[in-house]
């Protein structure tokens, strides 16, 4: 039993941070809106803290997943952050989609203190996240990535060390920008079977089986022909990490033209009123044309 912290109880975290209780950690959670922190003690037990600074206190692995890089500054190095209460050789995993850079820089920040910082976001999803089944890319030293990894895998199917710091979010870079071009080949698949008039539920178990089968196609293609968007990943967080890749691209010279068109797609759908559907939810915009 490790005395464990988890920082940010959103969607993902606070089903994420419900493993570590249920496996026998003893948990502090830390969330910005404190009510949510609240339910989770009301859920699985342990302690709330006010600050990431309180909530770190004697914990040898501190978790968090929050927003975006400036969220993930404000929890590690902002006032009453999570760097000032940690104790040296403890482990702070970051599973915040956020940028490579911020990874980097807190790995070093993180170090000048003996702090071990690993970059560590996650695919899979809200589901994922509630069945224990995501998949952690991370980056940074291989001493720490040995001890976290068995607590990590509380709520996880697959945890992999994939470089020094940063390469873990540069892995996850990659994920979106697969994810991104596929979802637009979907839409335009489906939307041209329903102009077509096909029952696209048989066209999609018939066509799943075969060479066009996806996760996207597995999880997203019947909701998409039935027009549903209100659950899954939303296109403000898509939008977030598309900035990232596109930012980061800019960097190591990648050219990312479909990338680049889709991100421009997905403005669109946040124009519709569409920030907080699915990110399958480009369907939508091609019955505008
Ligand atoms: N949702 C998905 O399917 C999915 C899949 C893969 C990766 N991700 C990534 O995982 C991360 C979290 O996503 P999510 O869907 O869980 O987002 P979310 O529901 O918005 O959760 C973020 C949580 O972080 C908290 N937070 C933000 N700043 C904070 C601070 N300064 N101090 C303490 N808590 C703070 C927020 O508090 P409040 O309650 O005050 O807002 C919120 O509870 C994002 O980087 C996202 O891109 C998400």
Redesign the pocket.
């Known amino acids: 039993m490790t005395k464990v912290a988890f920082?940010?109880?959103?969607?993902?975290?606070?089903p994420m941070a419900g493993y570590l209780a249920k496996n026998g950690h003893e948990v502090t959670v830390?969330?910005?809106?404190r009510?949510?922190a609240e339910a989770w003690v009301a859920k699985h037990g342990g302690k709330t803290a006010d600050?990431?600074k309180a909530a770190v206190q004697g914990a040898s692995i501190v978790f968090?997943?929050?927003?975006?890089d400036?969220?993930?500054r404000?929890?590690t190095v902002?006032a009453n952050g999570a760097f000032e209460g940690m104790a040296a050789g403890s482990i702070f995993v970051d599973?915040?989609?956020?940028s490579a850079n911020l990874a980097r820089e807190l790995y070093t920040t993180a170090a000048k203190k003996g702090i071990h910082f690993i970059d560590a976001?996650?695919?899979?999803?809200?589901?994922?996240?509630e069945n224990g089944t995501?998949t952690v890319m991370c980056g940074g030293e291989a001493g720490p990535f040995e001890i976290a990894k068995p607590v990590i895998a509380h709520f996880a199917k697959a945890v992999t060390l994939l470089g020094p710091a940063g390469a873990g979010q540069l892995t996850?870079m990659v994920n979106q920008i697969c994810i991104a071009g596929l979802l637009q080949g979907l839409a335009e698949g489906i939307n041209f079977g329903l102009k077509a008039g096909l029952d696209m539920k048989q066209v999609l178990d018939v066509i799943g089986k075969g060479a066009a089968q996806s996760w996207q196609m597995d999880n997203r293609g019947k909701t998409m022909g039935d027009d549903q968007f209100d659950f899954?990943?939303?296109v403000d967080?898509?939008r977030?990490?598309l900035r990232i890749c596109l930012e980061e691209a800019k960097k190591n010279g990648a050219a990312l033209p479909v990338t680049e068109i889709i991100n421009g797609y997905y403005g669109e759908v946040q124009k519709m009123g569409g920030g907080r559907w699915d990110t399958s939810s480009l369907i939508r915009r091609l019955g505008k044309n």
């Open positions: 920082l940010g109880l959103g969607v993902m975290g606070f830390c969330n910005r809106t009510a949510k600050t990431p968090s997943c929050v927003g975006d400036p969220d993930l404000a929890i902002g599973h915040t989609t956020a976001p996650v695919s899979g999803g809200q589901a994922g996240a995501l996850k899954g990943f939303a967080w898509m977030k990490d």
